[in-house]
C-alpha cells in the first residue's frame, strides 16, 4: 500500500531524496519509518517520523546525513553525504500506532522498495 520512490546511483558525498506514498489510505495518524536492506544483510532501520512530524529517530550511522519530513500525503527521507555503506535497498513503512519504533515488527503496511547505490 506505500510506494518509495527517487533511489538511484550516485557517487560518495552525492545525495538522494527519496519520497513514500500511498495511492490507496492515508497514513496521517500513523507513524512511518524508513529501513534498508543491503546485499546479504538484514533489514535494518533507519529512520522514523511520528504521526504529526513532532518526534523523529535517527539510527546512528546516518545522524547528520539523513532528514526524515512528512507532509499531508508523502513521507520523504533526504540524505546527503551518501557512503557506499549506504548502497541498500530502502523500505517505507507505517506503524500500527502513531509513534513507530526501531524494530521492523512495529510496522504493518511496507511498501516495494527503491534501490539506492552509492558508488566510491
Known amino acids: 500500500q506505500l510506494q518509495a520512490s527517487g533511489g538511484g546511483a550516485v557517487q560518495a558525498g552525492g545525495s538522494l531524496k527519496l519520497s513514500c506514498a500511498s495511492s490507496?489510505?492515508?497514513?496521517?495518524?500513523?507513524?512511518v519509518g524508513w529501513f534498508r536492506q543491503a546485499p546479504g544483510k538484514e533489514r535494518e532501520f533507519v529512520a522514523v517520523i511520528s504521526w504529526n512530524g513532532s518526534n523523529k529517530l535517527y539510527t546512528d550511522s546516518v545522524k547528520g546525513r539523513f532528514t526524515i519530513t512528512r507532509d499531508r500525503n508523502s513521507v520523504y527521507l533526504q540524505m546527503n553525504n551518501l557512503d557506499p555503506e549506504d548502497t541498500a535497498v530502502y523500505y517505507c513503512?507505517?506503524?500500527?500506532?502513531?509513534?513507530?519504533?526501531?524494530?521492523?515488527?512495529?510496522?504493518?503496511?511496507w511498501g516495494q522498495g527503491t534501490l539506492v547505490t552509492v558508488s566510491s
Open positions: 513503512a507505517a506503524s500500527r500506532t502513531s509513534h513507530g519504533g526501531t524494530n521492523y515488527t512495529q510496522y504493518a503496511y
Open positions: 490507496k489510505r492515508t497514513f496521517s495518524n500513523n507513524a
